[in-house]
């Protein structure tokens, strides 16, 4: 989800990539792969669940003694033995944690950018531009348009550290179209045109 919301971050504003090895004009990983405002209340809560699973589930272990002080090794006891107070503060946390999480998947996204998760593809598509590259990686990018559609060729959008334009959805798709119902059966990137065009 931070993956998602970072990525449509582009689109409205202009940011430099995140990088594992930064260049000048790259920021750097997170170091846990989340801000410090995630990382530390993950650490701390699951630090926290896995303490009360260990005082929640347990190993019993009874070594018995005859009255004459000598061990009984035919009347020890070896169990598992669990503290109910343990145990219901753990599912307690663990369903505050996932509803927390439910909560955090409705937020919306500000931005125009499609959801493309972390689909190869897709991140390839947003990453292929007119420019060089290599320059380009160590600019600021934003999200938008890079090439109008032109003779029937579909427009493209980019991050570019050039100047952009805010995309307009069409009603056609990229994907395969049927003649007969002028429906589309696959694909799932609209095809952009420009808001001047």
Known sequence: ???????????????????SEPEPGQR????????????????????????????????????????DGRH?????????????????LFIILLLCMLGFLAFCSFRRLDAAIPLIGTASVAISAVCHHPN????EAVKPLLWG???????????H????SGPVEIPVEEVRSLGIRDAKTDKVSS???KLI????A
């Open 193 to 196: 045109q420009s808001a001047n």
């Open 157 to 160: 959008c980019a991050l570019s």
């Open 28 to 67: 750097s990983t997170y170091w846990l792969s989340l801000p410090w405002t995630y990382s530390i209340p993950l650490i701390v809560l699951q630090t926290i669940l896995h303490w009360l699973v260990s005082r929640g589930v347990y190993l019993v272990n009874i070594e018995a003694m005859g009255p």
């Open 72 to 88: 009984q090794p035919w009347q020890d006891v070896v169990a598992v033995g669990f503290s109910n107070l343990m145990i219901s």
């Open 1 to 19: 989800m931070h993956a998602a919301e970072e990525f449509s971050g582009f689109a409205t504003e202009r940011k430099p990539l995140r990088v």
């Open 132 to 135: 060089d590259p290599k320059t």
């Open 145 to 155: 348009v890079t090439e109008k559609p032109q003779d029937g060729k579909p427009g």
């Open 187 to 189: 694909g799932c990137f």
